[in-house]
């Protein structure tokens, strides 16, 4: 008897087929989703020709939907922005994919550049603006669908800095 395992390995456990995973059609994880993402933000022919800038409100267009989530896609021209809300029992994840956006919440601000990602879980309270002279536009995923949005007021949003930009 081996004192480091009995079990042994013989041949190519690559063709050991019912031991392994199935690759996923749909994420199920929160790095899938970031993931998921990441590769539609790569993929700017899935989603710059639908943009639209709307100057009187935020513009959106759901770009995909799955078993259980969706993908938004969010257009802000300078000076738009969110409101302080939180997503009812939706996680997320939001990724800039051009210009630049502001998240406020009560532990500081951050700066949120093309690339940067923010996954956040049910209940996460914050705003998002463009504080920046450019338009933005950004992805947004969230599990399950999202289907509600509660507003919240509170002043204590604009408290202190968070140093740096958030990339994950």
Request: net charge negative.
């Amino acid at each position: 008897m081996n004192s480091d395992s009995d079990l042994q390995i013989a041949g190519d456990i690559l063709e050991v087929r019912h031991l392994l995973q199935a690759p996923r059609e749909h994420p199920a994880t929160v790095a899938e989703f970031a993931g998921l993402a990441r590769s539609v933000a790569a993929d700017r022919s899935q989603w710059e020709h639908l943009v639209r800038y709307d100057a009187t409100s935020r513009w959106y267009h759901r770009l995909r939907t799955g078993p259980g989530y969706e993908v938004w896609l969010l257009s802000w021209v300078p000076g738009q922005g969110s409101g302080l809300h939180d997503h009812g029992r939706s996680s997320g994840v939001l990724t800039v994919l051009q210009g630049a956006l502001t998240e406020r919440t009560e532990r500081g601000t951050r700066a949120l550049r093309a690339g940067a990602q923010r996954v956040f879980a049910p209940g996460y309270v914050h705003e998002v603006v463009n504080d920046a002279l450019e338009a933005a536009v950004s992805l947004h995923v969230y599990h399950p669908g999202l289907t509600q949005m509660p507003m919240h007021t509170a002043p204590h949003c604009e408290a202190r800095s968070v140093p740096g930009g958030v990339s994950a």
